[in-house]
């Protein structure tokens, strides 16, 4: 899979271009969400994250042979978006 050339047909609206790009690096994403969130259900909640803010920020992406790091960089901030979330849930609680 060309990287460059599936970035592009993917800020052309492709979504099976991305998907293809997410599908290459799943193993990646997931232990990177993994790691911070600690747990397989809140990995994969910012991973589907991930996913909706690539759809809607690709065409923001200025380098395509970026994209990992790009998407990687979303992942993490869809992550600490979480947690964020997560412990004001807990102070409501308690």
């Known amino acids: 899979m060309n990287v460059v050339r599936s970035v592009k047909r993917a800020k052309k609206g492709d ?3 991305l998907l293809q ?3 290459a690096e799943k193993e ?3 232990k990177l969400a993994f790691t911070y969130m600690g747990n ?3 990995a ?4 589907e994250d991930m996913i909706v803010r690539l759809y809607d920020k690709i065409e923001q992406l200025k380098k395509e042979e970026s994209f990992y ?5 979303i992942l993490v901030n869809c992550c600490k ?14």
């Open 69 to 73: 790091s790009w998407s990687k960089t």
């Open 28 to 30: 990646a994403y997931y």
């Open 44 to 47: 994969m909640d910012a991973m």
């Open 81 to 94: 978006s979480l947690l964020r979330k997560q412990k004001k849930l807990v102070l409501i609680e308690n």
């Open 40 to 42: 397989e259900h809140d």
């Open 21 to 23: 790009l997410i599908m």
């Open 15 to 17: 979504k099976e271009a």
